[in-house]
């Protein structure tokens, strides 16, 4: 006969699968957790201070109070870190996408708002376009492809392109996203490796409008 315990967690257990209800994470899973988040925000830190290039793995770990082997436990390369970072800027662009959607915004203006927060973000993390950048258009294709779902910037720009009726039949909206996209990343990578002294904005507000309207007089 099984005891009351067996029968409470097995009770428990069947109680989540049912409602589709997540166990709360262990010890061990919250302090790796903890840990991850910890040497992440010292990557972070470090490369906004000493710059991408200038820093290892292992001043990261250090920073971080953890081994080398440990960081690469989270992280299998270094710019892997950048990843978590790229992600959580287009998850906030995404929620400013949404909060425009419930104020009754068209999905042009959503679309043009979408690229002045881009605009933003890259006048904010000058240092960091480049290696993010890098990493979308890296050689190795499982690379290129982990970044561009860590990334989804043109799934995004491609939703809007869909509920917009006078956008162009010929090309189909994932094309013209994807074309979106890599507009404003070479743009602001342009922009950030030559340190030019115009403002980002100016220069993806030209390009936008070149994407939006064409190159030729009407």
Same mark, same amino acid.
């Given at each position: 006969m099984l005891s009351s315990r067996v029968l409470d967690s097995f009770s428990e257990k069947s109680y989540r699968e049912a409602f589709n209800i997540q166990a709360p994470p262990s010890l061990r899973e919250r302090q790796k957790s903890r840990r991850k988040n910890r040497i992440y925000t010292v990557a972070i830190q470090l490369f906004k201070e000493r710059g991408f290039d200038k820093t290892t793995a292992t001043d990261i770990a250090k920073a971080a109070h953890v081994s080398r082997g440990t960081f690469f436990n989270y992280y299998p390369y270094k710019e892997a870190v950048l990843l978590d970072y790229g992600a959580s800027?287009?998850?906030?662009?995404? #929620?400013?996408?949404?909060?425009? @959607?419930? /104020?009754?915004?068209?999905?042009? =203006?959503?679309?043009?708002?979408l690229w002045r927060d881009l605009a933003e973000v890259a006048g904010s993390e000058r240092t960091l376009i480049p290696p993010l950048t890098y990493e979308l258009i890296n050689p190795d294709p499982i690379r290129a492809h982990t970044a561009y779902e860590a990334m989804p910037l043109a799934k995004i720009i491609e939703a809007l392109l869909r509920e917009i009726p006078s956008i162009r039949k010929d090309l189909s909206s994932?094309?013209?996203?994807?074309?979106?996209?890599?507009?404003?990343?070479?743009?602001?990578?342009?922009?950030?490796?030559?340190?030019?002294?115009?403002?980002?904005?100016? #220069?993806?507000?030209?390009?936008? @409008?070149? /994407?939006?309207?064409?190159?030729? =007089?009407?």
């Open positions: 800027i287009v998850a906030g662009v995404r #929620e400013r996408v949404e909060e425009r @959607k419930t /104020l009754g915004r068209t999905p042009l =203006e959503i679309l043009e708002g994932e094309r013209i996203a994807a074309t979106m996209a890599y507009t404003f990343l070479m743009t602001a990578l342009r922009w950030s490796a030559f340190m030019s002294e115009r403002p980002v904005q100016e #220069e993806l507000h030209k390009a936008f @409008k070149i /994407l939006t309207e064409g190159v030729f =007089e009407r």
